[in-house]
RNA sequence: GCCCCGGUGGUGGAAUUGGUAGACACGCAGGACUUAAAAUCCUGUGGCGGCAACGCUGUACGGGUUCAAGUCCCGUCUGGGGUACCA
């Protein structure tokens, strides 16, 4: 009987269905481990082979840990909140609800196919009210929610209020605060607040507030008519169609991450994710150490305060420079400067983010007319507005030092301003040509910092600043809030409203705020956000809900919560089950995430820790991030005729254009194409070209000649034959893309590419071989224009699911980037045809119960052994090969011995689970293999009673020698010195020493 | 610029702690079976030389450490990813 896949991955993915097979228990004795894919956002284009990678990984880890003896907890659901569907919506007028569930049947269909142990009853959609109920929850404790400074945590508000009505508040003396709102907000004493109106309380509090209203830059894209985050702009436009953005100050919604940076910081510590993925954080959240130093206007009772990593350099300091959006421009420019400055503010406003970043090298710049005071000195320090200082960091300002600094000198030099050299580097430097930014070499020209190397003067500077009262030590952090609405329709609403123009949140008894119904998915005609356009979307229909909707980031920022818990109507997770299944063991998803997703889902799994509600302040344990898998496009060579008669009638042209328009297409091999064009290449670069090369040519040209001739006589033409060729110059040779899926190994299927389209109905081929061989695009992304999208329902229809599976993991490391390239798979394929020969050797299906031979045992167990490494190491291409390699020797055993033949189905289950569950039934099993146990390695059957030395001479080896195990280090020794081959290459020269490695190698040193 | 990860046959890749470089697979060449095709099986396959035994050479390049380097160290080139007037 033959492996007839499609029947048996049908039979057996129905009988997970019915049985629940993979459904994980909340509890039990067994140990639970879970694995999670990051879930799609189900687009229209549906699945391409790129996208099971991850899914097909995550897959063999979930059903060998069930092999293992643990409680499985596999979900998967769908991030159906987006634009995509959205941008459908506003063209089509079809609902995005409609649009995604169509994607979400597809997906499953597609998903369905390729037999992952998914527990689908745990499937979860962002977009499910059900689901965005406890999204909206969680902002609203959010919004209910401060962080402590001193108990470095989330803590409800209530306790803020507290501390207010005892103590009031002053932003000098209290160090318990979040964000930069210490430059802002003034202090009020304990009475005070009392004494506030709901409005100002309210006001004072989203200072605090986790979830918060407040005015930001925000980038706005005005084309998409919303508010991105800053990890969904990339190089000045938005990541989703590439429009333009421009920074614009609104008032938003945002969360308040950058409370926990430093706790995001140090949590990678404890986490198993890879060096990279760790640093990209590191460096999203770019915590940078320094002070803050205030310098006093000129004059003048404010000052300028500035951030720096450098205090020691601060006799260097030459000027300071603000941006053009800081708020003491106007108030300190001189009138003389006016002018100047108004325009140089109104100019770099304009200036969008992506024309600052595309000429970083151009200074402008203008003088306020303003000067501050030197803390130290007392000496003049002028103010200047240049648009290289970003409004966003820090605080706007800096103190510029331009001796030591890249870009400071660039300024002084570009304006002329003072240089002044304070730390001798370590090594000759040319302060005329460059700045010395290394934290290398001595202080000078610095007063007390004199003769301090760089290191203790930063911190002798900080200490004498802080002493002084100028300024104090401070921890600057690169993460900026989180802006939280997005001017979209299709997301979920913010559970807000209201009420004399004081912002509140819902009660939990009032969720889910479901998402009105709305005539167009635009915004309104006053630029209103879409949902503006539902009259009725009033709190008691009276008081407005918020417009904005969240991003698309908050669904997807929890959901490893929902599925421990995915039907609970009275809370987001039952404390118990978070208790039960902790977090992720093993999150598998694309490095894509790496700033934006994996860094809010980190952020609300502390938040959710903090106030109680979960056990565990990372979400994942061990990250796993899976290669692209990229396009791989076929293109063929097409020959194109030419009429090329001059002088030629109307009546003439009209028919030369009629018969050209009915002639067959004809398209050369590859290898033609080749020859063609490094022919003119040769020639058009006047290179000899020698004898054997023209041959080639020819060749091709006349076979060229003899289609021309052809089809010249079918055309039955009045028009003198000289006068049509096919043209094989130097730009008229063109390159068509073709359906990857017509293509085998880089041979096209003749048949198929003529029914592909209409046009090539009786398309004509130069072969080579017999073959025409397709030229290759490698690494171009999937798209349908190149037709080089492989869906996976299209190579589980050609060779199985079991066969995909594999072969997906047999292209190479996971977590490596390659070209989908279907070349290899038939050797894949035939690996399961050879398994399943192994059971039908007699032709009908045979397995022998008779006890395994030595060898038989030695094969089993090393691939055991092997296998378990490669899974506990994610290395699932190398246990491909040892599977191949175990059944190859098996083969060549002529085994079909139940006792081997067994275990070694259930190290393949996790792999091939279809081909695995039918062969486990043929041989008399009644229930799944999914339970059974994983089998062990028994080292004493691969223990060897001899090993074959390469025996080599200074490193190189020459000889191979069997010597037996049990011989010690110094018998070895003898026995090779005493081997005619080693007499032989010594050659009569003396020995410097002998290595022996017990079972690696001996080497003989000359 | 800075940070991270790579560079191995015609191709995808293997070599886990420094110990026979190229496992496994594709492709290619030759052969068996077949009317033929498919399927299956066998042999060979890094390069150079040689009928062969075998020799030389070889993991981007140049050095170094070591009895021994694809693997460790230094420098250079190069590909990919992240990030950036971040003070």
Known sequence: MEYHFKEIEKTWQAYWAKHKTFAAKDGGDKPKYYVLDMFPYPSGAGLHVGHPLGYIASDIVARYKRHKGFNVLHPMGYDSFGLPAEQYAIQTGQHPKITTEQNIARYREQMDKIGFSFDWDREVRTSDPEYYKWTQWI?????????????????????????????????????????????????????????????????????????????AYVNWCPVLGTVLANDEVKDGVSERGGHPVERKLMKQWSMRITAYAQRLLDGLDGIDWTES???????????????????????????????????????GVSFVTIAPEHELVNKITTAQQKQLVDDYVTKAKNRSERERQADITKITGVFTGAYVLHPFTGNQIPVWVGDYVLAGYGTGAVMAVPAHDERDFRFAKHFSLPITQVIEPTISHDFEKDAWGEKDGVLINSDFLNTLPVKQAIKRAIEEIEKRGFGKGKINYRLRDAVFGRQRYWGEPIPVYYKNDIPYVLSENELPLVLPEVDKYLPTEDGEPPLARASS????????????????WAGSSWYFLRYMDPKNSQQFVNKDLANYWQNIDLYIGGSEHATGHLLYVRFWTKFLKDRGYIPVDEPAKKLINQG?????????????????????????????????????????????????????????????????????????????????????????????????????????????????????????????????????????????????????????????????????????EKFGADTLRLYEMFLGPLEQSKPWNTNGITGVHGFLKKLWRLFYQTGSFSVSDEAATKAELKVLHKTIKKVIEDIERFSFNTSVSTFMICVNELTDLKCNKRAILEPLLICLSPYAPHIAEELWKQLGHQDTITFEPFPECNESYLVDDSFNYPISFNGKTRFNLELAATLSPQEIESLVMAHENTIKYLDGKPVKKVIVVPKKIVNVVL
């Open 537 to 552: 979307f009033k709190k008691d229909g009276e008081y407005a809900y918020e417009f904005s909707t969240m991003p698309g």
């Open 139 to 215: 902002f609203i404790q959010l919004f209910n929610s401060w962080y402590n400074k001193q108990t470095q945590q989330a803590e409800p508000i209530e306790t803020l209020i507290q501390y207010f009505e005892t103590k009031g508040f002053n932003c000098k003396l209290d160090d318990t605060l979040t964000g930069d709102i210490e430059h802002e907000l003034p202090a009020f004493t304990a009475n005070e607040w009392k004494q506030f109106s709901e409005k100002q309380k309210s006001d004072v509090l989203m200072n605090f507030r986790l979830a918060y209203l407040g005015e």
């Open 277 to 315: 993925l760790k640093e990209a954080q590191r460096n999203w959240i770019g915590k940078s150490e320094g002070c803050s130093l205030k310098f006093t206007i000129q004059n003048s009772t404010e000052t300028i305060e500035v951030f720096t990593t450098r205090p020691d350099t601060i006799f």
């Open 628 to 796: 692209m898998i990229q396009g791989r496009s076929n293109v063929v060579y097409k020959v194109v005729g030419v009429w090329g008669g001059s002088n030629l009638t109307e009546e003439e042209s009209e028919e030369i254009s009629n018969v050209i328009s009915k002639l067959p297409e004809l398209f050369i091999s590859k290898g033609h194409y080749d020859v063609i064009t490094k022919y003119n290449n040769l020639v058009e670069s006047n290179t000899p070209i020698d004898e054997e090369f023209r041959n080639k040519y020819n060749y091709i040209s006349n076979e060229i000649e003899k289609k021309q001739e052809e089809y010249y006589k079918s055309t039955k033409s009045k028009i003198p034959k000289d006068d049509f060729w096919f043209s094989l110059g130097i730009n008229s040779l063109v390159t068509q893309n073709v359906d990857v899926n017509i293509v085998q190994n880089d041979i096209l299927t003749i048949e198929a590419f003529r029914k592909w389209r209409k046009y090539y109905e009786n398309a004509e081929f130069i072969l080579e071989d017999g073959k025409y061989i397709c030229g290759v695009i490698d690494n171009e992304k999937m798209s349908k224009s190149k037709y080089n999208v492989v869906t996976p329902d299209s190579i589980c």
